[in-house]
Nanobody
Framework: QVQLVESGGGLVQPGGSLRLSCAAS????????IGWFRQAPGKEREGISC????????YYADSMTDRFTISRDNAKNTVYLQMNSLKPEDTAVYYC????????????WGQGTQVTVSS
């Protein structure tokens, strides 16, 4: 079964850090661009970062450039999202997916991992 499983979320204070993991099973991650997305309550899902499959080039939404770092460990078949200087507005469910842009026909999503930034 092909699937991606997100983990690493939790409750963190403003200014804190978390590292999210996206582990693949049933397929090899390094054959795909891998994107991180998030969806806050009452808001649409948004793309926040992506890492290219062949060149490892990384992309970030403007508000994350200086705070988030995406990386991949092909040996572990896992992609990570290091999040620093977290803000309350980063509170959301975070998802990973085998693409950087959501296909026009839509996509299926995993469970995601909840990130809550609160004092």
């Amino acid at each position: 079964q092909v699937q991606l499983v997100e983990s690493g979320g939790g409750l963190v204070q403003p200014g804190g850090s978390l590292r999210l993991s996206c582990a693949a099973s049933g397929f090899t991650l390094d054959y795909y661009d891998i994107g991180w997305f998030r969806q806050a309550p009452g808001k649409e899902r948004e793309g926040i970062s992506c890492i290219g499959r062949s060149d490892g080039i990384t992309y970030y939404a403007d508000s994350m450039t200086d705070r988030f770092t995406i990386s991949r460990d092909n040996a572990k078949n896992t992609v990570y999202l290091q999040m620093n200087s977290l803000k309350p507005e980063d509170t959301a469910v975070y998802y990973c997916a085998p693409f950087c842009v959501v296909p026009s026909e839509g996509a299926s999503w995993g469970q995601g991992t909840q990130v809550t930034v609160s004092s």
